[in-house]
């Protein structure tokens, strides 16, 4: 939904460059600064929403990590109380020790292989998470870049070209008050 908007808020800068003026004598176009501004401040509302998303996604692959651990604990814990039990009631205490370390290797193997799952599904969710977050940032500050360097060169042609006809101007000025002055003479 936030990417939607985002990309509703670079069309609206696509439809201001091609809505502009064109700058006379240039091939630069004029962006109305307080719109384009507006459009910018819009987009960097919305990117927080991304991010805050990536920062969930890798939140709850945290959350997965310790609900792996917990539960290997608790085979862990459930196997040695499992293993007593055995001993306490009249096991031969050879086959109840081989037994309870079988269950509690079991166990432990169990509770590594859920926590290396987990792991690994937390690990592609933070990647996930990560590339996407740069890719928004990315397209959205390399898009926003370009048009503020368009509208900075449009803005440095115009002013070339007014301090032009300027200097045009002073001097057609010189030149006719020359003229009124030889004239005079």
Request: with cysteine; net charge negative.
């Amino acid at each position: 939904m936030a990417n939607e908007k985002i990309e509703n808020y670079l069309a609206e800068i696509d439809r201001l460059i091609e809505e502009a003026k064109n700058i006379p004598f240039s091939n630069k176009i004029g962006i109305d600064q307080d719109e384009l501004v507006e459009i910018i401040q819009s987009i960097r509302e919305n990117m927080p929403t991304e991010i805050i998303q990536a920062k969930r996604v890798a939140q709850n692959s945290t959350d997965i990590i310790r609900k792996a651990e917990r539960n290997a604990e608790e085979i862990i814990e459930k196997a040695r109380q499992r293993a007593d039990v055995m001993v306490e009631e009249h096991q031969i205490t050879k086959e109840a020790k081989e037994a309870s370390a079988g269950i509690v290797q079991a166990a432990r193997k169990e509770a590594d292989e859920l926590l290396a799952a987990a792991k690994n599904e937390a690990q592609m969710i933070r990647q996930k998470a990560d590339k996407y977050e740069a890719e928004v940032k990315g397209s959205a500050l390399a898009y926003i870049e370009n048009a503020l360097k368009d509208s900075e060169n449009t803005l440095s042609e115009s002013c070339r070209q007014i301090e032009k006809l300027r200097r045009s101007f002073e001097t057609f000025v010189h030149d006719k008050k020359t003229s009124v002055y030889d004239a005079i003479d």
